[in-house]
């Protein structure tokens, strides 16, 4: 068990590109899942854990220029990063701090709807986080969540190579109390914290060659190679020969490969809550 406090994927010059051409990629099934929601402009809304953009964009776009979007994520850098997404954006609604989707220090009960992407799934104590987005929901406002379970992480035909880094990737996480299987457990979690009218559905995508998300397992590998090795999840040279088996696999416009399944998950704070908040 290391540092708990660490984004898993580490924020490296790949990580950042990642997670940038990830804005573009999943935008269409986020705003999917922000129409149903009934966003209304004027809202005052959250999104935790915003990486270098994430869904500001949509957000913002919703609420208007008579509403606001608050963005909070905790590495430094991603701040900078998505605070000038946010002016390419030309968005003055949306504002970026740094800080702690644990403990935000933002009030209680003061915002119309709060959203998450992608998060939990690098945490090692999800239930708190949804705890506290839970708590910055004013009575009757929505909470959105848009979560990965990598049940779905499939190639086909299937490739030794392919199960063993993953397996190595699953203990990698599970080492440091992530739960890569989180998706399917975010509505459980949401309930229990006193969310009502869940609504759930789940997406999965299958990426082409040529597909930005088509190498994703690879760029997770890569992202944490040198924990893998250090931490006798897998030899090094059994890593390369491995990772070389998987650029072949990739390459071959033949296999199939998916990723991640998606929970999106949307519900309401009960209306009657008491004054005083959780
Ligand atoms: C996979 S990225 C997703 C970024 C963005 N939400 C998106 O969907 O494009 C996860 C982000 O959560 C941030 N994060 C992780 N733990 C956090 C915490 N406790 N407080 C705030 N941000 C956190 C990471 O720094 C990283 O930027």
Redesign the pocket.
């Known amino acids: 068990m290391s540092e708990p ?1 660490l ?1 898993l ?1 580490g ?1 490296a010059g790949p990580e950042e590109e990642r ?1 940038k051409r ?2 573009a990629n ?1 935008a269409p099934d986020s705003d999917q899942q922000l129409e149903r929601i009934g966003i209304r402009p004027g809202e005052r809304v959250l ?9 500001l964009h949509l957000l913002g776009k919703r609420v208007g220029p008579t509403g606001s979007v608050l963005g ?4 430094a850098h ?1 701040v900078e990063l998505a605070r000038r997404f946010v002016a390419s954006h030309a968005l003055r609604q949306v504002e970026v701090r740094e ?4 403990a935000t220090g933002l009030p209680r009960g003061s915002f119309d709807g709060a959203h ?4 939990l ?3 090692p104590e999800p239930e708190r ?1 949804v705890r506290e987005m839970v708590s910055l929901v004013k009575p009757g406002g929505w909470i959105a969540s ?1 979560e990965a379970d990598f049940l779905a992480h499939v190639c086909d035909p299937p490739l030794a190579a392919w199960d063993r880094l993953l397996a190595a990737y699953v203990a990698y996480s599970a080492a440091r109390g992530i739960d890569l299987h989180i998706g399917r457990r975010t509505q459980r979690l949401f309930r229990e914290a006193g969310v009502e009218a869940l609504s759930t559905d789940a997406v999965v995508h299958v990426y082409p060659p040529g597909h930005d998300r088509r190498p994703i397992l690879r760029d997770f590998i890569a992202n944490v190679r040198e924990g893998l090795v250090d931490e006798g999840f897998i030899g090094r040279a059994e890593l390369e020969v491995e990772l070389q088996a998987l650029d072949r696999h990739l390459a071959d416009p033949s296999v199939l490969v998916t990723s991640h399944l998606f929970f999106r998950v949307s519900g309401r704070i009960p209306g009657m809550r008491e004054a005083s908040g959780r």
Do not use: K, S, T
């Open positions: 406090d984004y994927l924020r997670l990830q804005i999943l999104d935790l854990g915003c990486g270098p953009g994430g869904v909070i994520e905790r590495d991603f800080g702690d989707a644990y998450m992407r992608l998060v799934v690098n945490v986080i848009f």
